[in-house]
């Protein structure tokens, strides 16, 4: 055989051993892109029960030009929970001065008490109009200021007024909060009417620095905090509104309606809230 042919035969071995390498490496970036995608870059998966977004007023409707410098929005990586707050300011309102009245809670807050930004993620008033409250956006898990101890992987609503015992909640406030409780849970898929595990933050809560509390997914400020907020009148309500936030959510009838202890089942597992510069400054 010449000596050619030999040296040909030869290389046959390397070169099929390169072709296979070739192919290997195609094969394998090709499964990358077209098989499944790792657990981590999988988009999140639409929940069962979700609710549709209530229409929301920007924060730049109301606030204007009144805006103060402030350090960029914090967030957590959902929200577990809803806590049910009142403003703690006069009822009788026309709704068409709500924007100005946002504004005054906004100057007093972040002026007087040295706040970063008006501590509640969303205000909702008398005629039930929806109002961006703190800044980073109302679809994002918003770290707000708002019950000490549970800021993180919460949202703060609250209702424009004051809402003691014997005073009247309107209807559309209700209907409101309920809407939009109903959505910002769904994003999650959190029952309205289930108990999750939440860890606080601060001792000045009303549990300590590092304990796990099993408490409502659509709770009064109370509920975390030492306060009379959000009045006993709107608490007595929050039955009512969790029930109608379920049933936005398209939710049947079941073990979780009256609030039952088997709501645990809905448990996203203990969420650690981590200390917080808000939580240092914000009171009842």
Not at 14 to 21: F, Q
Not at 120 to 142: I, K, L
Request: overall charge positive.
């Amino acid at each position: 055989m010449p000596r050619a042919a030999r040296v040909l035969l030869g290389c046959l071995p390397g070169l099929a051993a390169v072709v296979a390498l070739v192919l290997c490496s195609y094969g394998v970036e090709n499964a990358a892109e077209t098989g499944p995608r790792p657990a981590g870059h999988r988009p999140a998966a639409t929940p069962s029960y979700a609710a549709p977004r209530p229409p929301i007023v920007p924060r730049s409707r109301w606030l204007g030009d009144a805006a103060r410098k402030q350090p960029r929005p914090r967030y957590g990586d959902r929200v577990a929970a809803v806590f049910v707050h009142h403003t703690d300011s006069p009822n009788g309102y026309d709704c068409a001065d709500a924007p100005r009245i946002l504004r005054d809670l906004y100057t007093g807050q972040t002026g007087t008490r040295d706040w970063d930004d008006i501590g509640y993620n969303f205000v909702v008033d008398r005629c039930g109009t929806v109002y961006e409250g703190r800044a980073g956006g109302v679809e994002r898990a918003v770290t707000g200021a708002h019950t000490q101890g549970f800021n993180h992987r919460t949202t703060g609503i609250a209702a424009l007024g004051t809402f003691t015992a014997g005073m009247p909640v309107p209807r559309a406030m209700i209907h409101a909060i309920a809407a939009l409780s109903a959505w910002k849970l769904g994003l999650t898929g959190i029952d309205p009417r289930a108990r999750v595990r939440l860890v606080s933050s601060n001792g000045l809560s009303r549990y300590a620095a590092g304990t796990a509390a099993e408490l409502p997914a659509l709770a009064g400020h109370n509920d975390g905090y030492m306060t009379s907020c959000p009045g006993a009148a709107l608490h007595a309500r929050l039955p009512e509104i969790r029930q109608l936030a379920a049933r936005l959510q398209g939710r049947p009838a079941g073990p979780q309606e009256g609030h039952s202890r088997h709501a645990a089942s809905s448990d996203p597992g203990a969420l650690r809230s981590p200390p917080q510069a808000a939580d240092r400054r914000w009171g009842p």
